[in-house]
């Protein structure tokens, strides 16, 4: 979005930490509420979180005043970065006719049909509030339609916070068992039976993860697969595994899931369109709301008809919310995604690639060890150094490099105090509204920054 009242360059001058600023002080108010005065664990960083006080296209002002040009995007879900004209005066239009009601809308429909029309594996869709419950809703699935309990995933992948998605999100060494047979690991709060039904997968271990998957052939029911691991730094999931686990779900009977929550920014057609192969359902969520709240299911239609039509009069599995498909985020998805047409998703792409060299570039120049890496709108920066394709090489690489987490929080503080706002771990995650001066004021920044690590 270009907006002739905001400077190309934000300043910077934020001196965070300061416990004399605005968001030092709401923080001290929210803990007299909330634990640890939070609501939401991936937007917390020491000693206290910047609060958000206002929006607009890439930029985000703080509390106190502090101007930044927002590099997570809610971590994907705003395609078109803040208040983004067109989907604010689809929300205001909204707001005057219906907020939520007990009846279906056309804008339910009007979203249905861009998704099923771009994305292959998805002939009809479901609408529900978040990508937890889309996921949940996948999973569900799978095991009404196959009548089998059991749903594999991989070691390490996050899918949200369903009990089944949770298992072996992450596991510890002392738990995870051995690397040809991974263990099923039930996180804090998840009872034991909800990791017996699940079987987790190597990433990318082609032969490993094709004996797993037959040995639990007879009761499997799905397979889970985001085709872009964000937890493992935006790890794709090779052509060769996806293939595989194509081939030996279609061969025992069970569903493959893809879920696209994040990854349906890895294509056009979404992350099935990329990888070129087409999954039995799709969990979705993030950018098909337009920045509101959503999640869904698609999938193949005698799939999606023979379990959910209510006209059968008890449908085979039930699917009720009181905010499912509400008006609001419809009406902001539908100009979203229509915002987001082929020619601004390539865009996007050559946009983040340029980034993705210069991130390298910055590296090297700097001398310091780190790993840049991503694909389309999603971009990792890892402080470490060397080849980290699974769960496991991940952890191992973190835990032989002590000053990794001190480097990246140094990085993001000093990324923090000028004029960017990155996911902390690492993460950057593109909106169309970032221009190319933006790319150049964070390349530089980010050079400054890492520079100044140790190494
Ligand atoms: C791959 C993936 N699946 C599911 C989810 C859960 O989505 P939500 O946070 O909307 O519940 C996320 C959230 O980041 C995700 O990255």
Known sequence: ?????????????????????????????????????????????????????????????????????????????????????????????????????????????????????????????????????????????????????????????????????????????????????????????TGPGAAQDVVILPMNEVETARRIIRAHASELAGVILDPLVKNLGYEPATPAFVKMLREETSRCGAMLIFDEVYSFRLGFNGAQGAVGVTPDLTAMGKIIGGGLPVGAVGGRAPLMTELFDPRTGKPKLGHGGTFNANPMTMAAGVVAMELFDRESFDRLSVLSDRFRAGLREAVKIAGVPATVKGSASMTSLFHVEGEAHNYRDVVSMMRSNASASQRAEAFFNHMLNNGILMGAPGFFVFSTAVTDADIDHTLDKALNALRKLDK
């Open 1 to 189: 979005m270009t907006d002739s009242s905001v400077p190309d360059v934000p300043a910077s001058g934020a001196s965070f930490p300061d416990t004399n600023s605005a968001s030092a002080a709401l923080y001290q108010r929210a803990l007299r509420v909330m634990p640890g005065g939070n609501s939401r664990h991936t937007v917390f960083f020491k000693p206290y979180p910047v609060y958000a006080a206002r929006g607009r296209g890439a930029r985000v002002w703080d509390e106190d005043g502090v101007e930044r040009i927002d590099l997570i995007n809610n971590y994907s879900s705003l395609i078109h970065g803040h208040n983004h004209p067109r989907i604010v005066e689809a929300i205001v239009a909204q707001a005057q006719n219906i907020l939520s009601i007990a009846l279906p809308t056309r804008k339910e429909i009007e979203l249905a049909e861009i998704v099923t029309d771009r994305v292959p594996g998805v002939e009809q869709i479901r609408f529900c509030n978040s990508g937890t419950e889309g996921v949940m809703f996948a999973i569900k699935a799978a095991r009404a339609y196959t009548n089998r309990p059991k749903i594999a995933k991989i070691e390490g992948a996050y899918h949200g916070s369903d009990d089944t998605a949770g298992i072996s999100t992450g596991p510890t060494p002392d738990k995870w068992g051995d690397a040809e047979a991974p263990a099923s690991v039930a996180p804090a709060g």
